[in-house]
T-cell receptor
Framework: KNEVEQSPQNLTAQEGEFITINCSYS?????LHWLQQHPGGGIVSLFM???GKKKHGRLIATINIQEKHSSLHITASHPRDSAVYIC????????????FGTGTRLQVFP | DVKVTQSSRYLVKRTGEKVFLECVQD?????MFWYRQDPGLGLRLIYF???????EKGDIPEGYSVSREKKERFSLILESASTNQTSMYLC????????????FGAGSRLTVL
């Protein structure tokens, strides 16, 4: 079993839809990261969270430490949001190295 | 605005060849990392370095070595490439004093025939 599980694995949406991607983890963490990977490979860091909620433009990330769960929301989705979204946790159990989920592939159609 | 540069986007090599993957960062970061990414497995850490001439094994170091002779450059070496090393390789860096946010390179897709 992976320490970091994401759902769904694949997601399709129509432009304008509200999107939620979920991340559950099984270890104690010091921080959780959301990353975005566009076709071609490059990965961009979207958020780093240790509690509560963060917002950047149309992206919102929340974390519930007690439930070991985080969500990434995209409001008013757009085709340029099509990418793989990756959740990663930093855990003292693993010397604070990042442990990655397998990603959620999002496709937004016009 | 380029911050982490990987020397090759696509490489095709033959089994047994020696392969060098180069990574250079221009942010004066202390920490540098090499990951490989395979479908269904997520990113896995191969090696990392917290300082010049320093290296530590990650989760899957077998078949790989690294070199960090200068702060800005972290090289991944496959001494004798094998077909199971066909993968996407991603380099990343972070600041020791920052928020531990990783900056990634664009990736190097290696195919070993």
């Amino acid at each position: 079993k992976n320490e970091v599980e994401q759902s769904p694995q694949n997601l399709t949406a129509q432009e304008g839809e509200f999107i939620t991607i979920n991340c559950s983890y099984s270890v104690g963490i010091s921080a959780l990261h959301w990353l975005q990977q566009h076709p071609g490979g490059g990965i961009v860091s979207l958020f780093m969270l240790s509690s509560g909620k963060k917002k950047h433009g149309r992206l919102i990330a929340t974390i519930n430490i007690q439930e070991k769960h985080s969500s990434l929301h995209i409001t008013a989705s757009h085709p340029r949001d099509s990418a793989v979204y990756i959740c990663a946790v930093r855990s003292p159990l693993y010397a604070d190295k990042l442990i990655f989920g397998t990603g959620t592939r999002l496709q937004v159609f016009p | 605005d380029v911050k982490v540069t990987q020397s090759s986007r696509y490489l095709v090599k033959r089994t047994g060849e020696k392969v060098f993957l180069e990574c250079v960062q221009d942010m004066d970061h202390e920490n540098m990392f090499w990951y490989r990414q395979d479908p269904g497995l997520g990113l896995r850490l191969i090696y990392f370095s917290y300082d010049v001439k320093m290296k530590e094994k990650g989760d899957i170091p077998e078949g790989y070595s690294v070199s960090r002779e200068k702060k800005e450059r972290f090289s991944l070496i496959l001494e004798s490439a094998s077909t199971n090393q066909t993968s996407m390789y991603l380099c990343a860096s972070s600041s020791r004093t920052g928020a531990n946010v990783l900056t990634f390179g664009a990736g190097s897709r290696l195919t070993v025939l």
